[in-house]
């Protein structure tokens, strides 16, 4: 079965912006609904990338929108909660909809971005619960006429993620000293480029139907760890503080009250939960140590990620 006209939902985002090249270079049609369309300006060179302004939370809107694709990609999702968005709102309500506008226009495979963790019942966080609850409701209404498949990451890096960059901007900031929270969570980073690739690969692949993968990199490292080979890498010269658990607490109460929501209680809750995977299927390659070693060159030049990960790989 080979399907042709794919809408990324939510592919306005870092994943999605990743996902709709790779999908186009596969010779998918792709279909990219935004909010701020003129954001996408990446997307003018690819013929096949068709970017539409739209407000995807309107069920009517949605459901045209999906109308003449065959395959339906979710990658919305928040990390914090805002007046107008819910973790419920997004992670589970907006799951309905999603399923609706496929029944509607009889669309029979659906994709999914989930996290590493999520769990309805015993994630550590709101935000993992809700996300666990979203995936198994997929799961659900994908045993009616509807091929799931969920993806499961931990946390993704790569260029323009919000993970990497977030820590060299503010040790860029910091004056000689880091307090960081949570030192010891643990993470095995997966490269935005071998996510996106897992993900192509799954789309026409009926053994991935039902499937909930998990994607992990080669490494797991600890908070700590990353942020000091971030550290090395521009030269920060920053000591990191390891926060004590309290001071930790204490700083995501304080942080989650300010504007921008730089950290707050439910990250904390979600960072006391291991982002590492027990098996790595599919296998992602990519090291995150390799890639920050890398950093200062990546910024000067700023080559594609192709270009980045063969040179990786012939290291
Ligand atoms: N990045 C990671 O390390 C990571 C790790 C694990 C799981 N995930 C999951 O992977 C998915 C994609 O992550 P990402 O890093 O690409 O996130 P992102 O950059 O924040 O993008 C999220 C997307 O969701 C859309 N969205 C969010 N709220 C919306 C709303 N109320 N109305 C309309 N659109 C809305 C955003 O649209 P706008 O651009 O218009 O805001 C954007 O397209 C998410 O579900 C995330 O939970 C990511």
Do not use: W
Request: aromatic share 8%; hydrophobic share 35%.
């Amino acid at each position: 079965m080979k399907h042709n006209n794919i809408i990324l939902i939510g592919g306005s985002g870092f994943v999605g912006k990743h996902l709709a090249i790779e999908l186009a270079q596969r010779g998918y049609n792709v279909t990219v609904p935004s909010r701020r369309p003129h954001r996408l300006s990446e997307f003018k060179v690819l013929s096949n990338i068709t970017v539409v302004q739209a407000n995807i939370m309107d069920q009517a809107e949605l459901t045209a929108l999906c109308k003449g694709h065959d395959v339906v990609f979710n990658l919305v999702g928040i990390l914090n909660e805002s007046k107008q968005n819910s973790f419920r709102k997004i992670h589970i309500d907006f799951i309905k909809s999603i399923v609706q506008s496929c029944q509607t226009n009889n669309i029979k495979r659906l994709l999914h971005v989930s996290a590493l963790g999520a769990n309805q019942a015993s994630g550590g966080s709101q935000y993992l619960r809700t996300k666990g609850e979203g995936e198994n409701l997929l799961h659900t209404f994908g045993q009616n006429k509807l091929e799931v498949t969920s993806f499961q990451p931990s946390v993704i890096f790569g260029m323009d993620d919000s993970f990497i960059n977030r820590f060299s901007g503010i040790l860029k900031l910091s004056m000689g000293i880091f307090p960081l929270a949570c030192p010891n969570s643990r993470f095995s980073p997966v490269f935005i480029g071998d996510a996106v690739s897992a993900m192509a690969d799954t789309i026409d692949d009926r053994n991935s139907f039902s499937k909930r993968y998990p994607l992990c990199g080669p490494e797991t490292l600890t908070l700590k760890q990353i942020v000091e080979l971030i550290n090395k890498a521009q030269q920060s010269h920053c000591k990191i503080v390891s926060l004590p658990d309290s001071i930790a607490r204490l700083q995501a109460v304080i942080l989650q009250n300010l504007p921008g929501k730089l950290f707050t209680m439910d990250n904390y809750r979600s960072l006391q939960t291991p982002s590492t995977c027990d098996s790595n299927v599919p296998a992602c390659t990519t090291s995150l140590t390799n890639y920050i070693k890398g950093l200062p060159h990546l910024y000067s030049r700023r080559p594609t990620y192709d270009e980045y990960r063969k040179q990786l790989l012939n290291r």
